[in-house]
């Protein structure tokens, strides 16, 4: 099956910036990053997951209001890697942090549910901290 292997994850002090990485391989018959929607969801110790960032097929870009101005997802096509640039980041932005990938070919003005992304990756903590 498809695999996401992610790095880049870390601890900061507010005000920091970090940058995630997805990798995505062995997806066969399926596409890579730049044939697929991709998304970055965070899920906060005791919170719930939240979307955090897409990008779609024709590379538009859409972000949760909390992030929007301090966070941009970009790809990379020929590294087939995803990425997550992170700044001005805040306490409220530790979580862990997953990417994933989606097999529908829907274009969406919003992160989208959990459900429309069937692979994902393995997780990476982001602490912010002082």
């Known amino acids: 099956q498809v695999q996401l292997v992610q790095s880049g994850g870390g601890s900061v002090h507010p005000g920091g910036s970090l940058r995630l990485s997805c990798v995505v391989s062995?997806?066969?018959?399926?596409?890579?990053?730049?044939?697929?929607?991709m998304a970055w969801f965070r899920q906060a110790p005791g919170g719930e997951r939240e979307g955090v960032a897409r990008i779609n097929i024709d590379g538009t870009t859409k972000y949760a209001e909390f992030v929007r101005g301090r966070f941009t997802i970009s790809r990379d096509a020929h590294q087939n890697t995803l990425y997550l640039q992170m700044n001005g980041l805040k306490p409220d932005d530790t979580a862990m942090y997953y990417c994933a990938y989606s097999i529908s070919r829907q274009w969406r003005n919003s992160v989208g549910a959990e459900g429309e992304y069937k692979y994902w990756g393995q997780g990476t903590q982001v602490t912010v901290s002082s």
């Open positions: 062995n997806y066969g018959v399926t596409y890579g990053v730049g044939g697929s929607s």
